[in-house]
T-cell receptor, first 112, second 113 residues
């Protein structure tokens, strides 16, 4: 089983719809991240959480929200999806001492 | 704030050519440095990492990287690339009080047979 699991793997949604991307991990890490990947822009940090009660905005948090339901679960929501949120989204965990990351398989989201 | 720069956005090489991908970071304190690879259609995987000690680190599949503190660089190298090395390569850094992980924009490597 994968250490970091994302669902769904692929999703097509319409503009204005609410959508939630889910992430769960079995690494036992407190630290979890959501990134989006766009061609030529690399991975940009949306939100990160260093424990269940600690949620922080990343560099591109506008239009997104997150929920840390438990140590193992970190969900990303798009309250009202727009086409420029079409991207590949990655969830990750990291060990606290060094920052080595473990990634999920990614969720390809298309907003039409 | 930390940042990571990868100046080569797209590199095309023939098989057996040597590879060097540049990575520079901006952070004056102690850093941890990583290279991740993303093969077509797959998620990111760790290629190699530097935490401390010998600045020349060796990773999987014949890759290595050298940490040069004075140049704030962590370039990735491979003496002889293969077609199967076609992928996107990301440099990343963590450091500071939070050890938040920041990525570069990635370098797309295409190896022609």
């Amino acid at each position: 089983d994968a250490d970091v699991t994302q669902t769904p793997r692929n999703r097509i949604t319409k503009t204005g719809k609410r959508i939630m991307l889910e992430c769960s991990q079995t690494k036992g890490h407190d630290r979890m991240y959501w990134y989006r990947q766009d061609p030529g822009l690399g991975l940009r940090l949306i939100y990160y959480s260093f424990d269940v009660k600690d949620i922080n905005k990343g560099e591109i948090s506008d239009g997104y929200s997150v929920s840390r339901q438990a140590q193992a679960k970190f969900s990303l929501s798009l309250e009202s999806a727009i086409p420029n949120q079409t991207a590949l989204y990655f969830c990750a965990t990291s060990d606290p001492e060094r920052g080595k990351a473990f990634f999920g398989q990614g969720t390809r989201l298309t907003v039409v | 704030a930390q940042s990571v720069s990868q100046h080569n956005h797209h590199v095309i090489l023939s098989e057996a050519a040597s590879l060097e991908l540049g990575c520079n970071y901006s952070y004056g304190g102690t850093v941890n440095l990583f290279w991740y690879v993303q093969y077509p259609g797959q998620h990111l995987q760790l290629l190699l990492k530097y935490f401390s000690g010998d600045p020349l680190v060796k990773g999987i599949k014949g890759f290595e990287a050298e940490f040069i503190k004075s140049k704030f660089s962590f370039n990735l190298r491979k003496p002889s690339v293969q077609w199967s090395d076609t992928a996107e390569y990301f440099c990343a850094v963590s450091g500071g009080a939070t050890n938040k992980l920041i990525f570069g924009t990635g370098t797309l490597l295409a190896v022609q047979p």
